[in-house]
């Protein structure tokens, strides 16, 4: 384990040199029971990335995220700016569950579903690996001479690079735009749509940044989830490390030699290899401690395993654990922190799913005109009202009408058509008046019930106020 006098290596980052300027890393390739588990659910995700913009649920995008006409579609239910409060507690139930995450395993989600660290490791650097070769023939690649090979090389390997970023930018654009659009933009050319399709290259342009230049800096600079780290681990979160008790032993650790035995010198079972740090995508050595850089991506475990097993001495060194696990050999238990914050989560879920089965396909307001007074119509007395439906559905709505609930003996009078159309994901407004007889008011300011109607079929009730003399106070 890391002591005092080394610890300077949190004074800096794997990827700046001693002169401040950027180091590229060359991880090793990785391979091992968790990167094969890591291939598939990171393929998986992927699959489902590039498809779920494209996939539709009553004529619905499975996902969208188009912040510039404040539409959303989140699994099929589309959520309009009226939803927008369904929007904001999904959110906090996100950022809850990610907190209860953390707590629990650390920054397992980084490693594991992050589109950055998938891309990254499961795309680009594999890529990469194809391109040119290994850790080793990658290091000796940067320090060969411009030659043709190392030319051909960089120019085949940033050219694929640049065709995985136009395909990612076109996906992300499904997402914000949606992908109907996208389609029409391919189909009609980008001379047709120039706007959509700058936002398409500025994409691109990003991405390839990202994935060419850029790379683990994102996880280590640019986003602030590590940092997160550093208030929510405690010694009882499970995390990817290193165990340092097994692994110094009482007089630290030393390369393996066959001729030692190890546990009668007081030797720990690391045997330096640097293996662990060789294969780290951020550069980081595990066994200096939890470091905001660590992905948690399991790199290092099944390198360690690999030369654990190569020496004859027992997997694990590097695993799964907690630091309460390694130092005083507690499992793991559920803690009185992460029971609060199950709580919340189911708490905030529950009330999510109510909201959900509440809400309407139509959005239905009805709001007195400001300023205007009543009018006396023979026994009657009548307010003007602004109307607005919002139809939220893939599907039109032909006949649109509304009915005065309470009290019954009142009437809706439109201005203009008496039966309203609107077209899916429209709406439609107007005028209306509301007559109502003055000795069924209870007050100059009355509640008055409206059901909407498609048909025959009841789609909403809304509720508006009614105004009459005061001297019905």
Known sequence: MATEKDESFRDSIGTI??????????????????????????????????????????????LLFNVIDRKFNIFGFPFWPQDFYLVVISLIIGVVF?????????????????????????????IEYWIDGDRGAQMRLEKQPWNGEKIRKRLTKWFIFFLISFAIANV??????????????????????????????????????????????VCVIACPYGRLQGVLLDNKSIIVAYDHVRGEGENGRAKFRKDVDRQAAGIGDCIDCKQCVNVCPTGIDIRNGTQLECTNCTACIDECDHMMESVGLPKGLIRYASEEEITENKKFEFTPRQKGYTAVLGILSFILIGLLF???DVE??????????????????S????????????????????????????EIILVGKPIIKVEKEGYAEGTMFIEVPQYLLESHRTKVKIEVYDGDKLIQTTSTNFLGPRTLD
């Not at 709001?367 to 007074?373: C, E, S």
């Open 17 to 62: 040199g001693k002169d401040g300027k950027r180091v590229f890393l060359h991880p090793k390739k990785p391979s091992g029971p968790f990167y094969n588990k890591r291939k598939i659910v990171s393929y998986l995700l992927i699959a489902f990335l590039f498809a779920a913009p494209f996939i539709k649920l009553n004529g619905n995008q499975f």
């Open 383 to 410: 307010n003007v009202y602004t109307f607005k439906v919002v139809n939220k559905t893939m599907r039109d709505f032909e006949d649109i009408t509304f009915k005065l609930k309470e009290p019954e003996q009142g």
């Open 172 to 217: 992300f654009l499904a997402y914000i735009i949606g992908s109907d659009d996208v389609i029409q933009m391919m189909k009609e050319g980008p001379s047709n749509h120039i706007g959509r399709f700058i936002g398409l290259l500025i994409f691109t342009t990003v991405f390839y940044f990202v994935f060419t230049w850029f790379r683990e800096q």
């Open 364 to 381: 239905a307001t009805v709001l007195r005109v400001a300023g205007q007074t009543y009018e006396h119509k023979g026994e009657n007395l």
């Open 98 to 126: 990610v907190t209860l995450f953390t707590v629990s395993f650390g920054r397992i989600f980084c490693g594991w579903i992050c589109p950055q660290t998938i891309f990254m490791e499961m795309v680009f650097r594999r």
């Open 358 to 360: 509440l809400r309407t």
